[in-house]
């Protein structure tokens, strides 16, 4: 039980929210992939079958919360290797009815990695796509923990690894009726980071907190939190239909959030099939499937979106919304998005690994901004010394952190737990590594994560700040911001650049420009 769960209000499991969603819709879509089309009863039967699976395979909860330190684990751990797709989903769901913990897995791992994260994740068993069967292998013999194989069929045609068992053919066999367990508030929710700041760490969740702080507990908007599972029903009962495209990949956990706080309401996902962002393809389902609402990661993936709208001809009525999370939305882009579909909200979500939803922005026509958010519940700032919070209109920079549901701890890390998690006058924050400001009407400005600061002659520079004020100037397409080492400054900063296609800008155009809004 967390500092701020002591009193009566209900505590929920994710696999709990999943079956009041599927008792209310069982027959509304839930997820659309390819030529799948599975209704809520029928993930939820898929999902409950991958835990009678893995509870027949002797995974499941063998150290209850309360006997366990902040940075340990009682549960198995389901590593999952997949690309998007529903055995993402059920994979995630299967194993929280199993009280197994999933994890997620970065496909794009060579071995080294790979074999570096499923020892730290102390796995226990993997859901993998075949495709991955062959990196697998080499690093099987210095896995011996790693017990459970399901290898998921796809195009690749890999056989089966030895000892592995195929999915569908494992969920046919199992019982749809799921395992005798009942899974618990303090069961974990795992998401690995992406080590921008450090080899990746596996972030350890209470499922309550995180489903509060991430995965549809609170309203969005409003920040207010669901008190019970009949509210839950109600607001499923109620639910109109909203249909959600989310383009990043599921190993992410802005697009885990995205698709649980979906999920968990009864709204519909649908997923594109392509491994790598098609925009043609991501349009194509809009217009089919009515979308309303897309999720990217920063300029990358919008531009992109942008530029196949433009040279095209789609149906994007249904679109009103662009979510955005995970990477900053170019102030100038989002101006490109609003002169080509003028009705369109896009909205920028604030958070991390550690955190969970921090903050939010929208933008709609002529009312553009990026790197400045309206704090939720528990988001504030603190000093760079991390002993005081800095009050609304303090002129320092110092470091964005939570309070309220937070993680436990990194798993297997105390050190770093006791780090990045400090108490200060009795309340336990997470400090994820963010810079920032407090203004003086209570927003908060994101300057970007430290290990990304540049020190140049005294001076703090955020690379962000910079890229955001270059990529601004109307013939730029792309812009990487870095430091390198300088005789006289210690550090200075430099940028590549990437024009629009026949563009021609000098770098004294493109220096005074810049210089408009960021101090030279």
């Known amino acids: 039980m967390s500092e701020h769960d002591t009193d009566e209000r209900e505590q929920f499991t994710l696999a709990g929210v999943n079956e009041v969603v599927a008792s209310v819709a069982p027959d509304r879509e839930a997820v659309i992939f390819q030529d799948r089309r599975l209704t809520f009863g029928q993930l939820a039967e898929r999902s409950r079958r991958l835990a009678s699976y893995l509870h027949s395979q002797g995974l499941g909860c063998h150290t209850e919360r309360s006997e366990l330190q902040p940075h340990e684990s009682g549960q198995d751990h389901l590593g999952l290797y997949l690309y998007n797709g529903n055995e993402y989903l059920e994979g995630m769901l299967g194993a929280y009815k199993s009280r197994v913990a999933p994890f997620n897995v970065n496909y794009r791992y060579v071995d080294e990695e790979l074999r570096y994260l499923l020892t730290d994740a102390r796995a226990t068993a993997l859901l993998y796509h075949a495709e991955f069967a062959p990196t697998l292998a080499r690093v099987l013999p210095e896995l011996p923990e790693l017990r459970v194989l399901i290898q998921v069929a796809d195009e690749s045609g890999e056989a089966l690894l030895p000892g592995a068992v195929d999915y569908e053919e494992a969920l046919a066999s199992a019982d749809p009726a799921g395992p005798p367990v009942e899974p618990s508030p303090d069961d974990l929710y795992i998401v690995y980071t992406g080590g921008t700041t450090g080899m990746p760490k596996g972030v350890l969740w209470r499922q309550h907190d995180i489903f509060m702080?991430?995965?549809?507990?609170?309203?969005?908007?409003?920040?207010?939190?669901?008190?019970?599972?009949?509210?839950?029903?109600?607001?499923?009962?109620?639910?109109?239909?909203?249909?959600?495209?989310?383009?990043?990949?599921?190993?992410?956990?802005?697009?885990?959030?995205?698709?649980?706080?979906?999920?968990?309401?009864?709204?519909?996902?649908?997923?594109?099939?392509?491994?790598?962002?098609?925009?043609?393809?991501?349009?194509?389902?809009?217009?089919?499937?009515?979308?309303?609402?897309?999720?990217?990661?920063?300029?990358?993936?919008a531009r992109p979106l942008l530029e196949e709208l433009k040279a095209g001809e789609y149906d994007v009525s249904s679109l009103f919304v662009v979510g955005n999370g995970g990477a900053a939305l170019s102030a100038a882009l989002k101006e490109e998005w609003l002169d080509e579909l003028p009705n369109l909200l896009i909205n920028d979500s604030l958070g991390s690994s550690e955190t969970g939803a921090q903050a939010s922005h929208l933008s709609s026509k002529d009312a553009v901004q990026t790197g400045k958010f309206t704090p939720g519940p528990g988001a504030i700032v603190i000093s760079a010394e991390m002993d005081r919070l800095l009050e609304a209109g303090h002129d320092g920079i110092g470091w964005l952190a939570q309070s309220g549901p937070v993680p436990l701890g990194y798993l297997g890390d105390p050190d770093k737990t006791a780090k990045t998690f400090p108490t200060i006058d009795g309340v336990r924050y997470s400090v994820s590594g963010d810079r920032a400001i407090r203004k003086a009407d209570g927003g908060i400005d994101l300057l970007g994560r430290d290990s990304q600061c540049i020190?140049?002659?005294?001076?703090?520079?955020?690379?962000?700040?910079?890229?955001?004020?270059?990529?601004?100037?109307?013939?730029?397409?792309?812009?990487?911001?870095?430091?390198?080492?300088?005789?006289?400054?210690?550090?200075?900063?430099?940028?590549?650049?990437?024009?629009?296609?026949?563009?021609?800008?000098?770098?004294?155009?493109?220096?005074?420009?810049?210089?408009?809004?960021?101090?030279?």
């Open 455 to 520: 020190n140049s002659g005294g001076e703090k520079i955020f690379v962000e700040e910079v890229e955001q004020a270059i990529i601004s100037h109307p013939q730029v397409q792309d812009v990487l911001v870095a430091g390198r080492p300088s005789e006289r400054w210690g550090n200075e900063v430099v940028a590549v650049v990437e024009l629009v296609e026949g563009a021609e800008v000098t770098e004294d155009e493109l220096s005074a420009h810049t210089n408009e809004s960021v101090a030279r």
């Open 213 to 301: 702080n991430a995965m549809g507990g609170k309203e969005v908007g409003t920040w207010v939190e669901v008190t019970s599972s009949d509210e839950i029903a109600e607001k499923v009962a109620n639910n109109a239909g909203f249909r959600l495209m989310p383009l990043p990949p599921l190993m992410h956990g802005a697009a885990q959030w995205a698709a649980f706080m979906m999920l968990n309401a009864g709204s519909t996902l649908i997923m594109p099939a392509a491994h790598h962002l098609d925009a043609a393809e991501v349009w194509r389902l809009v217009a089919k499937e009515q979308v309303q609402s897309v999720v990217v990661v920063g300029d990358a993936m």
